[in-house]
C-alpha cells in the first residue's frame, strides 16, 4: 500500500531546484519546430470567402478572379481544393492549410452537398489513425481540420435547410464557427434580428459551435489575477457576438484621421474591417488564431479525433437510435469522386498507359530485331555451311589426283 504526501514550498531564502524552467523548455521546442494550422471555408459563392482568407492572414494566399468563375460551368459536385502556406511571424513559422470548398450550394438541388465536405473530414481522422498504426511514427501527414468556418448567406431571414444539415454534420467531427458574411449589406438592427434568429436556430438543432473555455466554476472572490478576469471576460463578448458578422478586404483607404485602414469603400463613407463597430472581424481572427488557436487545434486532437478513434476500433453497427451524422466505420475514400481529383487520376492513368505502350512497342521492335538478327545468322551460317562443303569436296578432288 502506497502513500502520497504533499511537501510544502520552499522558504524564498532557499534555492530553486529548477523545475519552473519546463515552461521555458517547452517555449523554445515549440518556437524551434513551429506549428501547422488547417482551416476549412465552407459556404456559398460571392460571401467573399477568399477575400476574408487574404485579409485574416494580411496577405495573398489566393487570388480571387471572379470574371473566371462565372465564365466557368457550374459544377456538379463540391471540390476540395487545398491551398499550403507557410506564414512567419517573430521567427515562429505556422504552416497553414486552407481547405476551400467551391461548388457547394450552387446547384438547383443541394441534396448531400455537405457529403463531400464530411467524406474529406472523415478521410483525414482516418488517414491519420492509419499512420498512427504504422511502426515508424516520427512523420506524420496531419491534414485534420481544427476549424470550419461557415459562411452565412446575409438574407435576413433565417437559415435555409441546407446550412441547417451541413452545420449540424460538421459539428460532429470538427470545431464550427458560423459566420455572416457581408454583413454591411444589412442594417444594424437587421444584423441583430437575424443573429438571433440563428442562435435560436442552433440552439433548436442541437448544433455543436466551438466555444472559447469559460471557467464558470471559479469563484470571482477567488481571482487574484487581473488576467484570468480580463481572459473570461474576453471569452465572454466572443460568445456574445457569435455568430459573427464580418467584412472581407485587401484595399487601404484613409479613415479621415491620416491613418490608412482596411476597409470598404461607399459613397456615403467607409465600412473599416477592424472596427468592432462595424463588425466582428477582430473578434473572429482572436477567436481563431490570437487568442484560441491551441484550443482549435487540441480540440479536435482529443475530442473530435478521439471521438473517431473510438468509434471506429469499436467497430459496432450505427444502431437506430444512434446519431447517424457521427461515423463509426470506414470512409469509403471519396476523394477520388472529386472532379478536380479525378481529372488528376484520369492523367495519371493515362499516362501510365502510353508509358506501358511506348515499352510494349519498344519491346515487340526488341523482339524483331532479334528475329531478324537470328534470320541473318542463320544465313550466314548456310552459307559457311556450303562454303565448308565446297571445300571439303575440293579436298577429296586433291586427295583422288595425288594417288
Same mark, same amino acid.
Given at each position: 500500500?502506497?502513500?502520497?504526501?504533499?511537501?510544502? +514550498?520552499?522558504?524564498?531564502?532557499?534555492?530553486? *531546484?529548477?523545475?519552473?524552467?519546463?515552461?521555458? &523548455?517547452?517555449?523554445?521546442?515549440? @518556437?524551434?519546430?513551429?506549428?501547422?494550422?488547417?482551416?476549412?471555408?465552407?459556404?456559398?459563392?460571392?460571401?467573399?470567402? =477568399?477575400?476574408?482568407?487574404?485579409?485574416?492572414?494580411?496577405?495573398?494566399?489566393?487570388?480571387?478572379?471572379? &470574371?473566371?468563375?462565372?465564365?466557368?460551368?457550374?459544377?456538379?459536385?463540391?471540390?476540395?481544393?487545398?491551398?499550403?502556406?507557410?506564414?512567419?511571424?517573430?521567427?515562429?513559422?505556422?504552416? *497553414?492549410?486552407?481547405?476551400?470548398?467551391?461548388?457547394?450550394?450552387?446547384?438547383?438541388?443541394?441534396?448531400?452537398?455537405?457529403?463531400?465536405?464530411?467524406?474529406?473530414?472523415?478521410? &483525414?481522422?482516418?488517414?491519420?489513425?492509419? $499512420? !498512427?498504426?504504422? #511502426?515508424?511514427?516520427? *512523420?506524420?501527414?496531419?491534414?485534420?481540420?481544427?476549424?470550419?468556418?461557415?459562411?452565412?448567406? +446575409?438574407?435576413?431571414?433565417?437559415?435555409?435547410?441546407?446550412?441547417?444539415?451541413?452545420?449540424?454534420?460538421?459539428?460532429?467531427? %470538427?470545431?464550427?464557427? /458560423?459566420?455572416?458574411?457581408? %454583413?454591411? =449589406?444589412?442594417?444594424?438592427?437587421?444584423?441583430?434580428?437575424?443573429?438571433?434568429?440563428?442562435?435560436?436556430?442552433?440552439?433548436?438543432?442541437?448544433?455543436?459551435?466551438?466555444?472559447?473555455?469559460? !471557467?464558470?466554476?471559479?469563484?470571482? @472572490?477567488?481571482?487574484?489575477?487581473?488576467?484570468?478576469?480580463?481572459?473570461?471576460?474576453?471569452?465572454?463578448?466572443?460568445? !456574445?457576438?457569435?455568430?459573427?458578422?464580418?467584412?472581407?478586404?485587401? &484595399?487601404?483607404?484613409?479613415?479621415?484621421?491620416?491613418?490608412?485602414?482596411?476597409?470598404?469603400?461607399? +459613397?456615403?463613407?467607409?465600412?473599416?474591417?477592424?472596427?468592432?463597430?462595424?463588425?466582428?472581424?477582430?473578434?473572429?481572427?482572436?477567436?481563431?488564431?490570437?487568442?484560441?488557436?491551441?484550443?482549435?487545434?487540441?480540440?479536435?486532437?482529443?475530442?473530435?479525433?478521439?471521438?473517431?478513434?473510438?468509434?471506429?476500433?469499436?467497430?459496432?453497427?450505427? /444502431?437506430?437510435?444512434?446519431?447517424?451524422?457521427? #461515423?463509426?466505420?470506414?470512409?469509403?475514400?471519396?476523394?477520388?469522386?472529386? +472532379?478536380?481529383?479525378?481529372?488528376?487520376?484520369?492523367?495519371?492513368?493515362?499516362?501510365?498507359?502510353? $508509358?506501358?505502350?511506348?515499352?510494349?512497342?519498344?519491346?515487340?521492335?526488341?523482339? $524483331?530485331?532479334?528475329?531478324?538478327?537470328? *534470320?541473318?545468322?542463320?544465313?550466314?551460317?548456310?552459307?559457311?555451311?556450303?562454303?565448308?562443303?565446297?571445300?571439303? !569436296? $575440293?579436298?577429296?578432288?586433291?586427295?583422288?589426283?595425288?594417288?
Amino acid at each position: 500500500m502506497t502513500t502520497s504526501s504533499t511537501v510544502a +514550498p520552499a522558504p524564498a531564502s532557499q534555492q530553486f *531546484v529548477g523545475i519552473s524552467n519546463l515552461p521555458n &523548455q517547452r517555449y523554445k521546442i515549440v @518556437s524551434e519546430n513551429g506549428g501547422h494550422f488547417t482551416l476549412m471555408i465552407c459556404g456559398e459563392s460571392g460571401l467573399g470567402k =477568399t477575400t476574408f482568407i487574404n485579409t485574416l492572414f494580411q496577405t495573398t494566399l489566393k487570388q480571387s478572379d471572379p &470574371q473566371r468563375r462565372h465564365s466557368q460551368p457550374i459544377q456538379k459536385t463540391v471540390e476540395i481544393d487545398i491551398l499550403r502556406a507557410e506564414l512567419v511571424e517573430k521567427k515562429f513559422k505556422l504552416k *497553414v492549410n486552407v481547405i476551400d470548398t467551391p461548388g457547394f450550394g450552387d446547384n438547383v438541388n443541394n441534396s448531400k452537398a455537405w457529403q463531400p465536405i464530411v467524406d474529406f473530414i472523415d478521410d &483525414q481522422h482516418d488517414s491519420f489513425m492509419r $499512420q !498512427e498504426q504504422q #511502426p515508424f511514427r516520427d *512523420v506524420k501527414f496531419d491534414l485534420r481540420v481544427h476549424a470550419v468556418l461557415y459562411f452565412i448567406k +446575409p438574407t435576413g431571414h433565417g437559415l435555409k435547410p441546407i446550412d441547417i444539415e451541413t452545420m449540424k454534420r460538421i459539428s460532429t467531427r %470538427a470545431n464550427l464557427i /458560423p459566420v455572416i458574411a457581408k %454583413a454591411d =449589406t444589412l442594417t444594424s438592427n437587421e444584423l441583430q434580428i437575424f443573429k438571433n434568429r440563428i442562435r435560436q436556430v442552433i440552439e433548436a438543432q442541437e448544433i455543436r459551435i466551438f466555444t472559447p473555455p469559460l !471557467e464558470s466554476n471559479v469563484d470571482s @472572490s477567488d481571482i487574484t489575477n487581473n488576467q484570468d478576469v480580463a481572459a473570461i471576460e474576453h471569452a465572454r463578448q466572443l460568445i !456574445e457576438s457569435m455568430p459573427f458578422a464580418i467584412i472581407g478586404s485587401t &484595399q487601404k483607404f484613409d479613415n479621415g484621421s491620416g491613418q490608412l485602414v482596411l476597409a470598404r469603400k461607399y +459613397p456615403w463613407g467607409l465600412v473599416e474591417v477592424e472596427n468592432d463597430l462595424h463588425c466582428d472581424f477582430r473578434k473572429l481572427r482572436s477567436l481563431v488564431l490570437r487568442t484560441y488557436l491551441l484550443d482549435l487545434i487540441l480540440t479536435t486532437n482529443e475530442l473530435h479525433y478521439e471521438t473517431y478513434r473510438r468509434l471506429r476500433l469499436e467497430g459496432n453497427e450505427n /444502431p437506430n437510435d444512434a446519431d447517424p451524422s457521427i #461515423p463509426l466505420r470506414a470512409p469509403l475514400r471519396k476523394l477520388s469522386h472529386n +472532379p478536380k481529383f479525378k481529372e488528376e487520376e484520369n492523367m495519371l492513368k493515362k499516362y501510365f498507359t502510353d $508509358q506501358v505502350k511506348a515499352e510494349e512497342q519498344r519491346f515487340r521492335q526488341w523482339e $524483331q530485331n532479334i528475329v531478324n538478327e537470328r *534470320v541473318k545468322l542463320n544465313t550466314d551460317l548456310e552459307e559457311l555451311q556450303n562454303k565448308i562443303k565446297k571445300l571439303e !569436296e $575440293q579436298n577429296k578432288l586433291l586427295q583422288s589426283r595425288k594417288r
